[in-house]
């Protein structure tokens, strides 16, 4: 199975700032990634796909970049509706794997 | 707008069955290939399973090949998950999702738990 290593773990933001989330995989994903956000007691929700493409409807504040086997997700001008954990997910591979999360608050 | 609806989980003893059920509405079922991730409580997710938009392919994680089943109705726009030989590692919250790679839509959830 493919390892997704996610970090930080957890990361505390001041409202306006720019966080940077991180995916390692355990080989090479050719930007078969994309990114969730799950808000307490929610379903997760897509924001990001093929490593860089943007689902509709989420704000342009958020984007992905990376090849291979490193990724990460942006959020610019943090919000306070931000706050959430966010997950990578590789579909490169079965079984599809997730990351273990990051763990986003407002400091 | 697209929803889906998950319903069927509960308290089930160790090596007893249950049956998922998604209803889905908002989008042409057929359509869409889907999946059944699970998320145990306060942990990470975990893709489960996966079916082809005419249910001929399908595709399981090693930890429920042989005990868990996935199908489709799409005259019912439904999808299941049959789950048999429930042990207590299968404890989780159940999502019903869209989508062969990424997962564009997800239901609200519904719990399954195997205890004793």
């Known amino acids: 199975d493919i390892r997704m290593t996610q970090s930080p773990a957890s990361l505390s933001a001041s409202l306006g700032e720019t966080v940077n989330i991180e995916c390692l995989a355990s080989e090479d994903i050719y930007s078969d990634l994309a990114w969730y956000q799950q808000k307490p007691g929610k379903s997760p929700q897509l924001l990001i796909y093929n490593a860089n493409s943007l689902q509709n409807g989420v704000p342009s504040r958020f984007s992905g970049s990376g090849s291979g086997t490193q990724y990460s997700l942006k959020i610019n001008s943090l919000q306070s509706e931000d706050v959430a954990t966010y997950f990578c997910q590789q579909y490169n591979n079965y079984p599809f794997t997730f990351g273990s999360g990051t763990k986003l608050e407002i400091k | 707008e697209v929803q889906l609806v998950e319903s069927g989980g509960g308290l089930v003893q160790p090596g007893r069955s249950l049956k998922l059920s998604c209803a889905a509405s908002?989008?042409?079922?057929?359509?869409?290939?889907m999946a059944w991730v699970r998320q145990a409580p306060t942990k990470g997710l975990e893709w489960v399973a996966y079916?082809?938009?005419?249910?001929?392919?399908?595709y399981y994680r090693d930890s429920v090949k042989g005990r868990f089943t996935i199908s489709r109705d799409n005259a019912k726009s439904t999808l299941y998950l049959q789950m048999d030989s429930l042990r207590s590692e299968d404890t989780a919250t159940y999502y019903c999702t869209t989508g062969a790679d990424w997962f564009a839509y997800w239901g609200q959830g519904t719990l399954v738990t195997v205890s004793s």
């Open positions: 079916i082809s938009t005419g249910g001929g392919s399908t």
């Open positions: 908002g989008f042409t079922f057929s359509n869409y290939y």
